[in-house]
């Protein structure tokens, strides 16, 4: 991803609720059609990249096979 | 010093041996830990993990922890110490899974196998060395934030930088790491 690109896209999610997205990509990739497809790419995958990397995700697993363990009996 | 701050040294100068030494340490304390809050606590409540991980690094590191610079620094090092040893533990999993090496795996490792994301943690890791290379700045918070399980402000006092740059820096690694996992797929 380039680094204009990354920026628009940090804004974007950044954007006030009430602002169009549209109308701020418009504005903000100044008609450079490939950064705007970056951006509109790296937006729609969004939910499948908190996935990935869900807040305290490692931990998480790795309290989770702790706790199951500590549930077994010695 | 205590012996876990010595471990946590050897892990940052790369020595391999230091992850075998720290992983039952860490293990054990994280298993009782865990055991005596489940005890304690309502039925239903949640286990918040990166607290538990986070109390059983100041527990094993005793007073020793007050040798470090500020709590940032010192869970920057156990973040770094965290993914030697997830990504040790994947790299073991995974040649079990394949059929080599079976006679250095305990049963506990097979029983938990089904429940860890380890693929995905070598995936990762993989695509993180990557970053490094381009990156090191963002590499860093990844290190801190998904390995660690550090807050942006703790991240931000490790580093140095605010906050907000924390939250950028972040946003922005973990699209590119998609991406470089995404590619390594194809």
């Known amino acids: 991803m380039t680094e204009k690109a990354e920026q628009i896209f940090v804004s ?3 954007m006030d609720a009430k602002e169009n997205l549209k109308a701020f990509l418009d504005r903000a990739c100044q008609g450079d059609d490939g950064v705007r497809a970056e951006v509109e790419d790296m937006l ?8 990935m990397f869900p807040e305290g995700g490692v931990l998480f697993a790795l309290t989770e096979e702790v706790f199951n363990a500590s549930q077994r009996p010695e | 010093m205590s012996e876990i701050t010595l471990v946590l040294e050897a892990i ?5 041996l230091a992850s075998e030494q720290l992983l039952p340490l860490v293990y054990d304390k994280l298993r009782n830990l865990a055991a005596a809050r489940m005890a304690q606590e309502n039925a239903g409540q949640t286990l918040q993990p990166t ?7 100041l527990q094993l590191a005793g007073d020793g922890s007050r040798s470090w610079q500020n709590r940032a620094h010192f869970f920057g090092a156990a973040a770094d110490a965290m993914r030697r040893i997830l990504i040790d533990k994947a790299r073991r999993k995974s040649r079990v899974k394949h059929g080599g090496d079976r006679t250095r795996v305990d049963i506990a490792d097979l029983e938990i196998a089904a429940t860890a994301p380890d693929e995905d943690v070598l995936r990762i ?14 590499a860093r918070i990844v290190v801190l934030k998904f390995f660690g399980g550090l807050t942006n402000e703790e991240v931000a006092e490790n580093l140095g930088i605010s906050e907000r740059t924390v939250y ?6 973990k699209a590119r790491l998609f991406r470089l996992v995404g590619s390594r797929e194809e």
Request: proline fraction near 5%; include cysteine; glycine fraction near 2%.
């Open chain 1, 44 to 51: 729609a995958l969004r939910p499948q990249i908190e996935k």
């Open chain 2, 125 to 138: 890791n993989e695509a993180l060395e990557k970053l490094e290379r381009e990156d090191p700045e963002q």
């Open chain 2, 51 to 57: 607290a538990l991980v986070h109390e059983a690094w």
């Open chain 1, 12 to 14: 974007a999610l950044e």
């Open chain 2, 168 to 173: 950028r820096q972040w946003v922005c690694a």
């Open chain 2, 12 to 16: 940052k100068r790369g020595e391999k």
